[in-house]
């Protein structure tokens, strides 16, 4: 949602999720958009937006769920980042990305989080000075 609520911010234009596109629903917006915004019925381009493709299966599901939906649309998939061995489920995409990989909005629900480990000197604190950096005493005392 967030990939296609940006794109969505950007170009002036509705946007909704996957349940409200298979009910005919536009998400609602502001007082600023509410004269932009055309009945669902109105809307013949359609671009189903992920924020990346990693084995295709969500794409394939969403597909699937659509498939004929509304025959009169013209339907595109997108995703911002793809891989090489799973692009090819989509119309395009912005860049090629491969993995391991993780991002900012998903990586506390990541299978590969239970292999990570988190630095967060200088978050929670400010950060330690090479003195003070030994991984011992003088780090304990900082």
């Known amino acids: 949602m967030l990939a296609a609520n940006l794109l969505a911010l950007h170009l002036n234009l509705p946007f909704t999720d996957v349940e409200g596109y298979v009910n005919g629903r536009i998400l609602q917006s502001g007082e600023r958009l509410k004269s932009y915004i055309k009945p669902f019925s109105e809307y013949k381009n359609v671009l189903i937006v992920e924020d990346s493709i990693w084995s295709g299966s969500s794409i394939i599901n969403v597909k699937n769920k659509l498939k004929g939906l509304?025959?009169?649309?013209?339907?595109?998939?997108?995703?911002?980042?793809?891989?090489?061995?799973?692009?090819d489920n989509i119309d395009f995409y912005f860049e090629i990305c491969p993995g391991p990989r993780i991002f900012e909005?998903?990586?506390?629900?990541?299978?590969?989080?239970?292999?990570?480990?988190?630095d967060i000197d200088g978050v929670l604190c400010i950060d330690p000075t090479e003195e003070e950096n030994d991984d011992g005493p003088k780090y304990e005392h900082f």
């Open 105 to 118: 909005w998903n990586m506390m629900h990541h299978d590969l989080l239970e292999n990570c480990c988190f």
């Open 70 to 87: 509304y025959p009169e649309k013209k339907v595109l998939y997108t995703a911002v980042y793809a891989v090489e061995e799973t692009k």
